[in-house]
T-cell receptor, first 118, second 114 residues
Framework: AQTVTQSQPEMSVQEAETVTLSCTYDTSENNYYLFWYKQPPSRQMILVIR??????QNATENRFSVNFQKAAKSFSLKISDSQLGDTAMYFCAFMKPPSSQGTYKYIFGTGTRLKVLA | DSGVTQTPKHLITATGQRVTLRCSPRSGDLSVYWYQQSLDQGLQFLIQ???????AKGNILERFSAQQFPDLHSELNLSSLELGDSALYFC?????????????FGPGTRLTVL
């Protein structure tokens, strides 16, 4: 069964600094998608960045980038030039389309609470 | 604002009761997803509908059921409620089904079971 592990329950970073949130997953599948979602205090879930497993190039969205290591099953999120508005819960998510014997899978990690300090 | 609406925002009820949570997806989105977020278990995928049909099932209890109507709104029914069902219930929608599609989340319904 697929699992997603976020081993850092809480992290903090100084404003303007860089922070990396870790995520590992376990799957025997070859075709899947990985996402980072952000949940600020408002509780609204917002997509930060996504990566297709068959793409070797790491995804980048402005100050957010990922380090995707398929063989190691690792998908870390790097936030550069951290801003106060980045304070939120960050969830790593694994999504798999159906195979011949399965169905869609949507699995979220338990989250990392990030606090950006002024 | 994601364009996904959920009602009610808050719901307080007693054990053994039944409640219905409602979700309206973004205009044009055919897929609806339901998630449960409790304090100690993170975000759990419950069920997905695509254009009226069930497409994927996650950790949804037998006491829970859902459906998607012809106008594409969806309802999640929770019955024989227990204290442990207290959680934030999210609905999300996407244009197509699964995979690479970004899911747009609603603001959630906070359910408190007393």
């Amino acid at each position: 069964a697929q699992t997603v592990t976020q081993s850092q329950p809480e992290m903090s970073v100084q404003e303007a600094e860089t922070v990396t949130l870790s995520c590992t997953y376990d799957t025997s599948e070859n075709n899947y998608y990985l996402f980072w979602y952000k949940q600020p205090p408002s509780r609204q879930m917002i997509l930060v960045i996504r990566q297709e497993a068959y793409k070797q190039q790491n995804a980048t969205e402005n100050r957010f980038s990922v380090n995707f290591q398929k063989a190691a099953k690792s998908f870390s999120l790097k936030i550069s030039d951290s801003q106060l508005g980045d304070t939120a819960m960050y969830f790593c998510a694994f999504m798999k389309p159906p195979s011949s014997q399965g169905t869609y899978k949507y699995i979220f990690g338990t989250g990392t609470r990030l606090k950006v300090l002024a | 604002d994601s364009g996904v609406t959920q009602t009610p925002k808050h719901l307080i009820t007693a054990t053994g009761q039944r409640v219905t949570l409602r979700c309206s997806p973004r205009s044009g989105d055919l897929s609806v997803y339901w998630y449960q977020q409790s304090l100690d278990q993170g975000l759990q995928f419950l069920i997905q509908y695509y254009n009226g049909e069930e497409r994927a099932k996650g950790n949804i209890l037998e006491r829970f059921s859902a459906q998607q109507f012809p106008d594409l709104h969806s309802e999640l029914n929770l019955s024989s409620l227990e204290l442990g069902d207290s959680a934030l219930y999210f609905c999300a929608s996407s244009p197509q089904t699964g995979g690479y599609n970004e899911q747009f989340f609603g603001p959630g319904t906070r359910l408190t079971v007393l």
